[in-house]
């Protein structure tokens, strides 16, 4: 961010500010001034990043931070990202998640105690006397009750990215949309015979060879190099001849 400083501000009103990581500190990034001290942060940033084609098809960060720990202006910031050619290449960066802080608490928190299905006790207990900015000794985050699957605070199960993660599925890589691709590197973490695996394979060249994904000359060459690539390394990694 600080690289790209005329994006973010291209009149130079805050020359004086650069953007800061904090170590195991909430928020993970300040915008705040190089001396720091006692200056107050114009804003701060929980960021993440999420690996598109993990085995779980949404991110599992967890946000805990209670609402009050969150200043007006501070953002929760999720960057998705894989390989320019699935299993190979640069790493390649999407359009982030960004949603107000203080307004992803209080979603979160509503959403364990009046939306989600369930019959175990939906308390929260929230830490008192929070502030925004604090430091690394403070308790600032809100705990559940009850929490057996140990799943309070993974925002994306509370429904406040559905419409985000549904256009990040739309994104195509090599031609073919992520969605796809996630389905197809899936089958190899679900302990699937060689077989099966091969069969996967043939159905996904039937599907391209018929059209499924477009016809372009250029992405089925891309396509077929990618699928190669995945065969090599399967088989490589099990210990097998292709």
Not at 157 to 174: F, K, L, S, V
């Amino acid at each position: 961010m600080n690289q790209i400083r005329s994006v973010w501000d291209p009149e130079g009103r805050y020359s004086e500010y650069a953007f800061i990581r904090q170590a195991q500190t909430f928020p993970d990034v300040l915008l705040t001034k190089s001396g720091g001290g006692d200056i107050t942060p114009i804003l701060g940033i929980e960021l993440k990043t999420w690996y598109l084609l993990a085995k779980e098809k949404e991110p599992n960060f967890r946000f805990c931070a209670t609402k009050e720990a969150c200043a007006p202006a501070d953002l929760v910031v999720i960057v998705p990202w894989l390989l320019s050619q699935v299993i190979s290449g640069r790493p390649k960066l999407l359009k982030p998640f960004v949603e107000n802080a203080r307004y992803v608490a209080a979603w979160r928190n509503y959403y364990w105690e009046h939306t989600r299905q369930t019959e175990d006790d939906r308390g929260i207990i929230v830490p008192e006397d929070v502030r925004p900015y604090p430091r690394k000794s403070d308790a600032i985050n809100d705990r559940p009750v009850s929490d057996r699957g140990k799943n309070f605070g993974r925002i994306a199960r509370t429904g406040i990215m559905e419409e985000y993660i549904e256009e990040i599925y739309n994104e195509r890589i090599a031609g073919i949309e992520i969605r796809h691709w996630l389905r197809f590197v899936k089958i190899f973490s679900e302990g699937r015979t060689r077989e099966e695996i091969e069969q996967e394979f043939e159905r996904f060249e039937r599907e391209i060879e018929q059209g499924r994904y477009g016809k372009n000359e250029g992405k089925i060459e891309s396509v077929w190099m990618i699928l190669t690539g995945l065969r090599r390394l399967i088989w490589e990694e099990s210990g097998t001849d292709s």
